[in-house]
């Protein structure tokens, strides 16, 4: 038996190798193919991206045709250079710097010489195309921008770079990826898939017929389309009012997290990232560190979000038990809270509930209540955390996990950041008390606001912000599905939105109510520091604003950033009532405040702070009939005030 064995197996695997070298090189073409490259060229098909509506289906990025000028640097041969310069308008010094490129890349495939070419441009060349040995026209789709607004939310394409081709075998030279916006975070469904085509070539580089007669051929698939969460007018509209002014608005619809408007200004025409001058554009874009258009201040922007953080203070005080509706605090226009230490407060004075405090926006109450929640376990530490716990339960201090490609965390301290800022001695609830009223350590992005006075609209959840609505022949993700709720119980939230709802009946709010419609919001004003010249200068407060509506069964959540707009009520509150009239009215009767923010202008307000005044820079585009004007502005990063809080009650 052992004889027969080893013979056997010897035998056995020799036919099982036979039967695999026939199949490879006489039924399978795949390495024939492959060993034959040098005969065949390959073609590729691009389809189109994805289209992609708004909300109520209002068409906003669709696809004009583009071509490249392709080469394979190998194959170029008798060329006349001067004359191929001419047709294509580009010096010699030009021409031998692509080439020199086409070559890093690789001599035998084809690379992106010149791109974008217009119609004029493609059928100059096409005519006479056969005279260039080595180039060949490839046909793309770009980018065919319906609206002029939004470009913070669609992102741009590009072509990609060595890094994407090598960590991705998809994409080769010249093709092009979504960056930035939707167009990155959804770049798998809109880009489609590509067709190949297989070319026989003759000894002479002629064609002659698909390889095969097109058995490895594909077709192109165009990408999928989508629908954003997105209002268009309302996107539009929030644009406009921003004109002038810098920050963010974000508007969110609380019942489905759906974002309504996403909105950062400066912002540009996205149309400007389209074609030849595309690299230019965006250059002067990325450069232009005044203004930071490229910048979206509603996702990266990361500020104390001053008076509206009361809401929470509140909340957790409740769902602690250390106040109640009833608990009242006695206000002299501020509240002493160490030895010579003194919070100063807007606030009518007087004896103060809840509901008072919220809608006159009492420093004193939150205080009192946020040093109460604190000490509840004389142990400043674990108060800390305990407190720091019930506010990431809303989304803060960490990434949100919407749809888009940036963000920032904000910042909710913990024990550990103090043990780190005060190492060595003891602190107390009164060393970080301006925790309270949203300034101390407290940061928080504009989404993580309007996704908290989202949560407050619902009584206690939230719906992860996103800004798909729908793919076409695809669920959405689930996650923006998931209910999450937050720690404070669902009973405490009434009284604190009757006094939301108050701050425009009698409150700090007072005189930006719209007719018809409850509107429950909050105030803010944040202090503001930068360091100019090595010197930390106090610049003008930021205007914060926060509101739902409507009370009940909400449809909009929104929260407006205006940075060095004074206070609350002065410009962003305005913004805020306007925002919301024109997504529940769809018109716009406060006309006294549209005039006033569409025509009013920060501009002055920034240039102050810059400290070598150049000529300003105007990025202008057109948002239908109107021209909106972009202007520059001073790099100003907020700083956080320690130990002495100033007086943020409006």
């Known amino acids: 038996m052992r004889k027969v064995l080893l013979p056997t197996i010897i035998f056995v695997a020799t036919i099982f190798l036979v039967i695999r070298l026939f199949y490879l090189q006489v039924i399978d073409d795949t390495l024939k193919l492959k060993s034959d490259n040098n005969a065949i060229k390959i073609s590729y098909d691009y389809p189109e991206r994805g289209y992609i509506y708004d909300r109520n289906g209002k068409l906003l990025v669709a696809n004009q045709p583009s071509y490249d000028i392709m080469v394979i640097p190998k194959d ?28 890093v890349y690789s001599p035998r495939l084809p690379s992106v010489f010149l791109s974008q070419l217009n119609k004029k441009e493609y ?16 046909k793309r789709a770009l980018r065919d921008y319906q609206v002029a607004f939004g470009a913070n939310v669609f992102g741009f394409i590009t072509q990609v770079n060595d890094k994407i081709i090598e960590k991705n075998p998809y994409y080769k030279s010249g093709d092009l990826i979504g960056k930035q916006g939707v167009e990155e975070s959804y770049e798998e469904f809109l880009r489609g898939v590509k067709g190949v085509k297989y070319i026989q070539k003759d000894k002479y580089n002629r064609d002659i017929a698909s390889y095969k007669e097109g058995k490895f051929d594909t077709i192109a698939v165009q990408g999928k389309d989508i629908t954003l969460s997105i209002d268009a007018e309302l996107q539009k509209y929030g644009e406009e009012l921003m004109i002038n002014k810098r920050g963010g608005i974000v508007a969110i619809e609380p019942k489905t997290g759906e974002i309504l408007a996403l909105v950062t200004a400066p912002s540009y025409d996205p149309a400007i990232l389209v074609g030849r001058q595309r690299s230019k554009n965006y250059t002067m874009l990325y450069h232009d560190s005044i203004a ?19 809401i929470l203070t509140g909340l957790v005080a409740l769902q602690e038990g250390v106040i109640d509706e009833n608990f009242s605090v006695s206000c002299h226009h501020g509240f002493s809270y160490a030895p010579g230490r003194f919070m100063k407060c807007h606030c009518h004075g007087g004896q103060l509930q809840l509901h008072r405090g919220i809608y006159e926006s009492c420093n004193t109450y939150f205080s009192t209540s946020y ?24 989304g803060l201090g960490e990434f949100m996990g919407y749809d888009l490609p940036t963000g920032r965390k904000g910042k909710i301290p913990t024990s550990k950041t103090y043990k780190k800022m005060y190492p060595g001695w003891g602190w107390s609830s009164r060393t970080i008390v301006s925790n309270a009223i949203g300034q101390g350590e407290v940061l928080m992005t504009p989404i993580q606001l309007a996704n908290m006075i989202a949560t407050v609209a619902n009584r206690g959840y939230y719906y992860t912000p996103h800004i798909i609505k729908k793919i076409k022949g695809t669920p959405i993700d689930q996650k923006f599905r998931t209910k999450h709720v937050t720690t404070v119980d669902k009973k405490y939230f009434e009284p604190v939105v009757s006094g939301l709802f108050d701050v425009y009946n009698f409150g700090t709010a007072h005189g930006l109510n719209v007719e018809g419609i409850e509107i429950c919001g909050k105030t803010g004003t944040a202090e503001n520091f930068a360091k100019i010249n090595g010197k930390r200068v106090k610049l003008q407060d930021h205007s914060i604003f926060v509101a739902f509506a409507p009370k009940d069964n909400p449809k909009i959540a929104i929260a407006v950033f205006v940075e060095n707009g004074y206070w609350g009520a002065r410009w962003a509150g305005p913004i805020t009532s306007l925002m919301i009239e024109k997504y529940i009215k769809k018109k716009i009767t406060r006309n006294d405040l549209e005039k006033r923010m569409l025509e009013g202008s920060l501009q002055a307000e920034y240039n102050k702070y810059i400290a070598n005044p150049v000529k300003d820079t105007l990025i202008k585009s057109k948002i239908e009939s109107d021209v909106k004007s972009l202007s520059v502005k001073p790099e100003v990063k907020s700083e956080k005030p320690q130990i002495k809080p100033k007086d943020t009650g409006n």
């Not at 170029?76 to 070559?103: P, Q, S």
């Open 76 to 103: 170029v041969k008798n060329l006349d250079t001067l004359g191929f310069c001419a047709l294509l308008k580009i010096t010699k010094e030009d021409f031998l710097k692509k080439i020199a490129k086409a070559k």
């Open 123 to 138: 059928a100059a060349f096409q005519e006479i195309e056969r005279k260039f040995n080595g180039f060949y026209i490839q």
């Open 292 to 310: 930071k258009p490229l910048y979206d201040r509603g996702l990266l922007a990361e500020y104390t979000p001053g008076s509206p953080f009361k």
């Open 371 to 394: 040093m109460r929640t604190i000490d509840k376990y004389n142990n400043p530490p674990k108060g800390v955390d305990v407190w720091s716990n019930h506010l990431k339960s809303f």
